[in-house]
């Protein structure tokens, strides 16, 4: 059986998400290159993998899937190793609504409004958006403070074990804590602090660690 493979630059929060999925369950795979803001866009024929342009895309004996989320549980679900997707009903509910709280509400804030705005934007030599990044600090933390209510008493986002919420989590607040003001809301959410240490220390996060920390 031949390796899977995973499309999209190693900077993306969603393809380290997929990435983190693969090692958790000590799955070999191939990773594509692909950057959709390169000049021209991606290339035709990466769009005929995802119509939309984004990343990442998969393939996996020649069945083709985009869409992190739907890569995630079908990595899960299809390899050996540990499940990443809880049983009980109601344990599994929690993971799909962390997963749908990070999706709707904490990647465009906490990535886009907030880290790219502090971070990347100075980076790349231009003057971040204040009034932008001050407009998403009180959304930011209605997303901490509903993840630490999702978590209950943890350890994981989604309750005692690990995840793909914790696997689909992790890459954006790994950039978001490297924003100040990220880093400080971080400290004052005591649980979503200490899950993100937790995290910090797996295996697969310094396997797949990001070329913009």
């Known amino acids: 059986m031949a390796h899977p493979i995973l499309f999209g630059a190693a900077y993306s929060v969603y ?17 594509i290159d692909v950057d959709v803001f390169a000049a021209g866009g991606p290339p035709a024929e990466y769009r005929a ?3 939309f342009g984004r990343i990442p895309a998969f393939e996996h004996d020649g069945f083709r899937l985009y869409e992190s989320g739907a890569i995630e ?11 990443l997707q809880p049983q009980d009903p109601r344990a ?5 609504q962390a ?13 886009w409004d907030i880290f790219v705005e502090r971070v990347r934007t100075p980076a790349l030599g231009r003057a971040p958006d204040e009034a932008r990044i001050a407009a998403a600090l009180p ?26 919420a914790d696997l689909h989590a992790t890459p954006i607040f790994v950039y978001f804590r490297m ?8 400290a004052r959410h005591p649980r979503i602090a200490a899950w993100l240490d937790a995290m910090a220390a797996r295996p697969s996060i310094a396997a797949t660690r990001s070329p913009l920390e």
């Open 15 to 31: 393809v380290r998400a997929v990435r983190l999925t693969l090692h958790e369950k000590a799955v070999p795979y191939d990773h």
């Open 49 to 51: 993998r995802h119509p």
């Open 73 to 83: 549980r079908y990595i899960d679900t299809v390899f050996p190793g540990p499940a």
């Open 92 to 96: 599994q509910a929690r993971m799909n």
């Open 99 to 111: 997963l749908s709280v990070l999706d709707s509400y904490c990647y465009r804030t906490l990535l």
């Open 139 to 164: 959304r930011a933390e209605t997303c901490l403070h509903a993840l630490s209510e999702i978590s209950g008493t943890g350890p994981f986002l989604a309750g005692p074990t690990l995840t793909l």
């Open 179 to 186: 924003a100040p003001e990220g880093a400080a809301m971080i």
